[in-house]
């Protein structure tokens, strides 16, 4: 940097705007000079004066040739010859550069006046013109238009720049702008070409310029580092000044970028973002960066950023976030922007509106499902009743069917089962299919029919063939079938005819391929095949001595065939026809053939002579003889069953049915069993003419059937089962006292069931086995209740002598392994007596905890007996009997609701305080039960002498207020008959109620109308348990029966149960 020492200063020499306007002290000093206006300086004519600089002076003129108005600008004094060349060098600069916004040279001159020659350049003429920042000021400019003007100034200096010229002293002062809003740029008095290195004639120390405009290279003199950057750091500067109002030289101790940002965001400018003003401040900052390395390398790059930000694009200098990057792309392609923005919303309201459809098609949807799935679930109650009407009607088939329909329309609920739809394993719907099947014990084969059945003579064995060929063995005992599962023989073709030889210890098997198979029973293996029949053996009989069998088929010819020895058949007589049954007398003189040509013949062994008896309209399938050999029975394809006296030779009754007959047996005097295509086993009296006794548990045709001695029964079907079954009035699975059933009650685990009749007898089931525990005599009055305590093996005996007695069920012996015994001795032992009432007790209750036992009687008081006290804690006065008294299952807050004489139903909280009461009941209340499923909203059900269970729901905040009567959710009805007992059924809408006509009444959620009706009982139903989640249901009824209705014959008799305690 080059500086002058004088008296001891440093001082740095100016040019340009400052107040020594660029000129030493000595020029200061230079004589004032003025050109009076008229004066012609010699090709112009000067008009006036314009301005007054540091350099000298302008003036307006009038040129002579071409004649236009032009500003002349004169060296201040006679100038010195540094002076005069920079005046030069100026004009030679301004020639080199032609552009719109760069003020025009047109000629230079001197002027000579008092001897003094003043040196003058003429130049074009701004017409009333300001400096860019006053004319910013005076017409408020916004932000854009300033940054436009900016534009045209750089645009200029950047042309310059492309002809190789700097300006050095860019300005406000140097850019000035017309009237009409042009742009012009001036005074290039100290710029010069690029390609200098320096200023020839400078003096040593002398920095030109304006000090506040001057870049850092400039102002440390470092020419070599002065090129066109030096004027973007100018530039910069003066768009600083002009952006923000603030003086460049006000703000040299901190970084003008920072003021103008914080200016451009505080005062706001127009609708310019926060985004876009950053943009404009990063360009500013990369202009006036100290080092000339970091700036814009050419104006034209200055141009470019400045001409990206006011078409609203990010400049390249900032890296823009993608949501400023956006909202640029927006501002800057309006319709573009609109378009999408328009398409966007469609999107969108298409959008919104698609889905404010969809939702309203999911919730329609939805509706539309559980309206569906109401329904469906109507339908399925309605299929339900009537699958129990047609049960009750013994159609078991079309019970069976709607059951199936009933399954099938719970499938399409897809798995949104409504809370009152009973589930498919409902009890109920368990009680329902255990009525459908009467049979004793049943075995399921693995082949699609059986197609033969035979029981031999000592009516302890049976065989079986199946469609497939195979052949089973069972043993009949305990009227179970048992599978001997070692025996395995298969006969390969299907089987028509089976029989048990020698007392079982031979089977011999007819087939369709006209095979005899001779089997030893004990091996499974053949003792001889025969296959002298033409065509398949539809008929083979065991003969009574055990010496043979007889066998018969399509040939029509009757064989007789020994065990022991060579299988070599005599042949006893033959037919034109083919023959289907056979069977011969007991007593072993007669055989009968049912054949093909619709006639019964029966061959006289003795005489060698046949009967032929005629009135089958279509083919005999089967014959057997009476027991007495004077009757033969046959079953025929036209629907009946005859019955011929054989003495008379004439028919004696006929049986018709709704079905061909396959099959036909006679069991014992005067009975008479047929299977036929319906599914049905019926036993007929053909001394009655009532309708006969109707077997049901096959679910398709029965093909087969044999007599297992008295009134049992063998029979073989198309659905692959063989049955078992027992010809008794009454199949249903039950105990038998010789007492009225006044109570039943299952223990806590459902193991076992205590039952009290009216002679004082307690007598306790193991509901696992069928086992007789306990049959004790325990009061000589009536037991009218029986409670289990939850916690153990005690139970609470509810008296007709006014007392309430705890006993101690002990199934142990002396030692662990007698307990685990299945007959380990059980016994009950007496605890204590409560005595308190003075009349009959009907009922008691232990809470969940086990710790309170209520007791309710006759003298109308309700009992509560804290557990280890011996006199009741708190007494309870009704305004009557109190026939029932039941705890909720809450062991946290157990609530009591008794059923009174009065009709109304009372709710207790454990110390007796009055909590609610019901009162609609038009009779005594007889039985409460809580509700034991969730998914119902009502709490407690009452039955009443009035033929209904009416169902009440509990407040939800119990309060110390005086309790006030609450109306019924639903009434139940029971079609008039007296309610004397009720049950629920855990996690199921399901009540169960024992009525005084003896019938067990069921009813689904809030439908008035029962479900079902099971009968069954013959006597008043005083007792319903119900089992730990609904496994069991027991009744107990005045016939003094305990029936349990959710097993089926077989499978309480598979159970090991004795079915005819």
């Known amino acids: 940097m080059s500086v002058v020492h004088r008296h001891g200063l440093v001082d740095v020499l100016f040019t340009g705007h400052d107040e020594t306007f660029g000129l030493c002290k000595d020029q200061q000093k230079a004589p004032q000079f003025e050109v009076d206006a008229g004066a012609d300086i010699g090709g112009a004519t000067i008009v006036r004066q314009l301005a007054i600089g540091g350099m000298g002076q302008v003036y307006e003129a009038r040129q002579h040739a071409p004649i236009r108005r032009v500003a002349v600008k004169f060296l201040r004094g006679c100038g010195d010859s540094s002076g005069r060349q920079r005046l030069l060098e100026e004009a030679a600069l301004l020639a080199h550069v032609k552009h719109v916004h760069i003020a025009h040279v047109y000629t230079v001159g001197n002027y000579r006046v008092h001897a003094e020659t003043y040196q003058w350049i003429m130049m074009e003429l701004v017409e009333n013109a300001c400096s860019i920042s006053e004319y910013a000021e005076k017409g408020n400019l916004s932000l854009v238009k300033r940054v436009h003007l900016v534009l045209d100034a750089v645009d200029a200096i950047a042309a310059a720049h492309s002809k190789g010229i700097i300006h050095l002293d860019i300005k406000a002062a140097n850019v000035l702008v017309a009237d009409d809003g042009v742009v012009k740029v001036i005074d290039f008095g100290i710029g010069r070409m690029l390609t200098e290195t320096r200023n020839n004639e400078h003096k040593v120390g002398e920095v030109r310029g304006t000090p506040a405009c001057m870049s850092p290279e400039q102002r440390a003199g470092l020419d070599e580092l002065i090129d066109a950057r030096s004027d973007i750091y100018g530039m910069g500067l003066l768009c600083i000044e002009l952006f923000t109002h603030y003086s460049v030289r006000a703000a040299s101790q901190q970084s003008v970028v920072d003021i103008c940002e914080k200016h451009l965001i505080e005062h706001g400018t127009e609708h310019i973002s926060r985004a876009a003003v950053k943009d404009l401040c990063a360009v500013l900052a990369r202009c006036v960066e100290p080092c000339p390395d970091r700036r814009f390398s050419t104006m034209m790059e200055v141009k470019q950023e400045l001409m990206r930000w006011v078409e609203g694009k990010p400049v390249a200098c900032r890296q823009p976030s993608s949501f400023e990057a956006i909202c640029r792309l927006i501002a800057r392609q309006k319709l573009w922007a609109g378009c999408v923005f328009v398409f966007l919303a469609t999107i969108i309201a298409a959008g919104c509106g698609i889905g404010w459809f ?237 054949l093909r040509d619709s006639t019964v013949r029966v061959w006289n062994r003795k005489t060698g002579q046949q009967q032929i008896l005629h009135g089958h309209e279509k083919r005999v399938f089967s014959v057997s003889f009476s027991d007495d050999s004077q009757s033969v029975a046959s079953a025929s394809e036209d629907q009946t069953v005859r019955v011929w006296n054989l003495e008379t030779s004439t028919q004696r009754v006929c049986l018709n049915h709704p079905n061909r007959v396959n099959a036909v047996h006679f069991s014992g005097v005067g009975r008479v069993a047929s299977a036929t295509a319906d599914q049905v086993l019926r036993v007929w009296s053909l001394d009655s003419t009532r309708s006969p006794r109707i077997l049901h548990g096959h679910q398709r045709g029965i093909w087969s059937l044999d007599s297992a001695g008295g009134n ?110 299945p007959h380990a001795m059980t016994y009950l032992e007496h605890r204590k007596t409560m005595t308190g009432h003075r009349r009959r007790v009907f009922s008691v209750s232990y809470a969940e905890s086990g710790d309170v036992l209520a007791s309710a009687g006759e003298d109308g008081t309700v009992r509560l007996w804290r557990r280890g006290h011996n006199e009741p804690d708190t007494i309870i006065r009704h305004q009557g009997r109190v026939f029932c008294v039941v705890f909720s299952g809450d062991s946290q807050h157990p609530v009591l609701a008794t059923g009174c004489e009065d009709g109304v139903v009372r709710v207790f909280d454990s110390y007796g305080t009055l909590i609610q009461k019901f009162d609609e009941h038009q009779g005594q209340v007889n039985a409460i039960a809580w509700n034991r499923n969730t998914r119902s909203s009502w709490d407690i059900a009452s039955a009443s002498a009035d033929g209904t269970v009416r169902l009440w729901q509990l407040p939800k905040v119990q309060r110390e207020l005086k309790p006030s009567s609450a109306k019924s959710l639903a009434v139940l009805q029971s079609g008039g008959t007296k309610i004397w007992s009720l049950g629920s059924v855990p996690d199921e809408p399901l009540l169960i109620a024992g009525t005084e006509s003896g019938n067990v009444i069921l009813w689904s959620g809030y439908e008035s109308m029962p479900l079902g009706i099971l009968d069954g009982h013959h006597a008043p139903v005083w007792s319903v348990s119900v089992g730990p989640a609904g496994s069991q249901l027991w009744t107990g009824g005045w016939d003094g029966t305990v029936r349990r209705w959710d097993a089926s014959n077989a499978e309480w008799m598979h159970s090991g149960f004795d079915a005819y305690h």
């Open 358 to 594: 969809a939702i309203n098609a999911v919730a329609s949807q939805k509706k539309a499902i559980e309206a569906a799935n109401v329904a469906h679930g109507t339908l399925a109650g309605s299929l339900l009743r009537q699958a129990f009407s047609a049960g009750r009607e013994h159609h078991t088939r079309l019970s069976r069917d709607l059951l199936k329909q009933r399954d099938d329309v719970l499938v399409r609920l897809d798995g949104h089962r409504p809370p009152m739809v009973l589930k498919p394993e409902s009890l109920a719907i368990r009680s329902l299919r255990a009525k459908l099947d009467e049979a004793c014990s049943v075995w399921r084969s693995q082949s699609e029919s059986i197609t033969a059945v035979a029981v031999a003579s000592t009516a302890d064995m049976a065989i079986t063939a199946s469609q497939d060929g195979r052949v089973s063995i069972f043993t009949l005992e305990s009227g179970q079938l048992k599978h001997l599962p070692n025996f395995r023989y298969e006969a390969g073709s299907r089987p028509w005819t089976v029989a048990l030889c020698a007392d079982g210890q031979v089977a011999v098997v007819g087939c369709d391929n006209g095979t005899i198979h001779v089997v030893d029973v004990k091996t499974g293996k053949a003792i001889g095949v025969r296959s002298d029949s033409k065509g398949p053996v539809y008929g083979i009989v065991a003969l009574p001595s055990g010496a043979g069998f007889l066998s018969a088929g399509r040939e029509g010819v009757l064989r007789q065939w020994p065990l022991h020895g060579p299988l070599e058949p005599a042949v006893i007589t033959s037919f034109d026809t083919t023959v289907y049954g056979i069977d011969q007398s007991p007593d072993g003189t007669k055989i009968a053939l049912g």
């Open 712 to 821: 049992r029964f063998i029979t073989g079907s198309a659905d692959g089962t063989v049955r078992y079954w027992s010809d008794r009035a009454d199949s249903q699975p039950r105990f038998i006292i010789n007492a009225q059933v006044r109570t039943t009650s299952l223990s806590p685990d459902g193991r076992f069931l205590a039952v009290g009749s009216n002679l004082g007898v307690v007598t306790i089931w193991d509901t696992k086995n069928g086992e007789l525990c306990v049959e004790e005599k325990i009061s000589t009055a009536s037991i009218n209740d029986i409670c289990w305590h939850p916690r153990c093996a005690e139970i609470a005996v509810a008296g007709s002598d006014g007392t309430v007695s705890l006993w101690t069920f002990d199934r142990a012996s002396n030692n662990k392994e007698e307990a685990r015994h």
